[in-house]
């Protein structure tokens, strides 16, 4: 009997030994992780942004090019870059855990599975060209009708003449008296 509790002993502390060296590897590769970011460009380079490991936004960069474009141009732009961004987060995941805990572990095909459904590969993009910016501003309420085209410059007329009060002619109401009486 005592041979079987030293060896039941044994398993034991083989069992934590494991364990331990398995909580070590997870550990590493927590920081690992935790230390990666992801920094991305938009094709044409007016948005630039970089990515924690958790996919939040750290840092975004709109360059002066993109002030020619209409807002929900660069607001697109920003999102397709940073979906893009995202979506390379389950590769430097799955990176970190072959060189740390190896792929072959349930667990750590679990969380690969799970960045996979959280930040998936962007759609393919058909970006149509933009439309060209009207830089035309219009105040004042805008018809449906067409806008006539302005004719030639009316000639301009001189102004009438001055009229000079003549003393018989003043008109202020007051018959000779004081206002303020």
Request: glycine share 6%; charged share 30%.
């Amino acid at each position: 009997m005592p041979e079987d509790v030293g060896a039941s002993e044994r398993m034991l502390g083989q069992w934590q030994q494991d364990i331990e060296r398995k909580a070590e590897r997870y550990q590493e590769m927590a920081a690992r992780v935790q230390g990666l970011s992801i920094s991305e460009t938009s094709r044409d380079g007016s948005v630039r942004l970089t990515i924690g490991s958790n996919g939040i936004l750290t840092h975004l960069e709109i360059a002066e090019s993109a002030r020619d474009k209409r807002m929900a141009e660069v607001s697109a732009e920003v999102m397709r870059t940073l979906q893009r961004a995202q979506s390379r987060i389950p590769e430097l995941l799955r990176q970190a855990m072959a060189e740390t805990i190896g792929t072959g572990d349930q667990t750590a095909n679990a969380l690969f599975d799970e960045a996979k459904r959280t930040f998936p590969a962007p759609p393919h993009e058909d970006v149509p060209p933009p439309p060209p910016v009207n830089r035309e501003m219009r105040f004042g309420i805008e018809d449906d009708t067409p806008r006539q085209p302005p004719g030639p410059p009316r000639p301009t007329q001189p102004p009438p003449p001055r009229r000079h009060a003549r003393p018989d002619d003043e008109d202020d109401d007051f018959g000779g008296r004081s206002f303020l009486s």
